[in-house]
T-cell receptor
Framework: EAGVVQSPRYKIIEKKQPVAFWCNPI?????LYWYRQNLGQGPELLIR????????DSQLPKDRFSAERLKGVDSTLKIQPAELGDSAVYLC?????????????FGPGTRLTVL | GEDVEQSLFLSVREGDSSVINCTYT??????LYWYKQEPGAGLQLLTY?????DMKQDQRLTVLLNKKDKHLSLRIADTQTGDSAIYFC???????????FGQGTELSVKP
């Protein structure tokens, strides 16, 4: 069974440019998460989806970040415009959403470098 | 607010036991987790413990939970060089919700 797939794995852009990350969760997983991991830190949640609905986006900087999960499967996270401080690893995770199974499976992440 | 703290580094010799410690603040956490992250890779769930348990053992891994002191530990028996990685403690904040991670403990295993 395929795990969580993310692309690209690496992205280098100049500040003020836009960038987008893509995530394909494990088949059948209704819940999808985007986390940001700064260097030397643990991941921090940006947004959580239940199917196509964003149920927790309280930590998403909405002035420059946006996300979508239009059909409740794949998701895209966008930053426009990027700032130097956005350099981090962006991790996507998914879970089944079942009450007795809340394990989150993580993808390999997209490492973003903003110059 | 929720917060999870870990020591940053641990160095052990191959064959010794490793103990990684974690403290957390949210007493309503239902599950506490240990994740492993190898260089350039995503996070791999190692084990978890339900908040009404004191201990869980899984092969070389032993998790101890002291709910009164909000202290969680991960013991790795017979540590191998392949165990070298960053280990993250995490708690669930709200059922099915976000994971709150510590800053990670870098385990270095010397031959």
């Amino acid at each position: 069974e395929a795990g969580v797939v993310q692309s690209p794995r690496y992205k280098i852009i100049e500040k003020k440019q836009p960038v987008a990350f893509w995530c394909n969760p494990i088949s059948g997983h209704n819940t999808l998460y985007w986390y940001r991991q700064n260097l030397g830190q643990g991941p921090e949640l940006l947004i959580r989806y239940e199917n196509e609905e964003a149920v927790d986006d309280s930590q998403l900087p909405k002035d420059r970040f946006s996300a979508e999960r239009l059909k409740g499967v794949d998701s895209t996270l966008k930053i426009q415009p990027a700032e130097l401080g956005d350099s981090a690893v962006y991790l996507c995770a998914s879970s089944s959403g079942l009450a007795d199974d809340n394990e989150q499976f993580f993808g390999p992440g997209t490492r973003l470098t903003v110059l | 607010g929720e917060d999870v703290e870990q020591s940053l580094f641990l160095s052990v010799r191959e064959g010794d036991s490793s103990v990684i410690n974690c403290t957390y603040t949210d007493s309503s956490s239902t599950y506490l987790y240990w994740y492993k992250q190898e260089p350039g890779a995503g996070l791999q769930l190692l084990t978890y413990i339900f908040s009404n348990m004191d201990m869980k053992q899984d092969q070389r891994l032993t998790v101890l939970l002291n709910k009164k002191d909000k202290h969680l530990s991960l013991r790795i028996a017979d540590t191998q060089t392949g165990d070298s990685a960053i280990y993250f403690c995490a708690e669930i904040y709200n059922q099915g919700g976000k994971l709150i991670f510590g800053q990670g403990t870098e385990l270095s295993v010397k031959p």
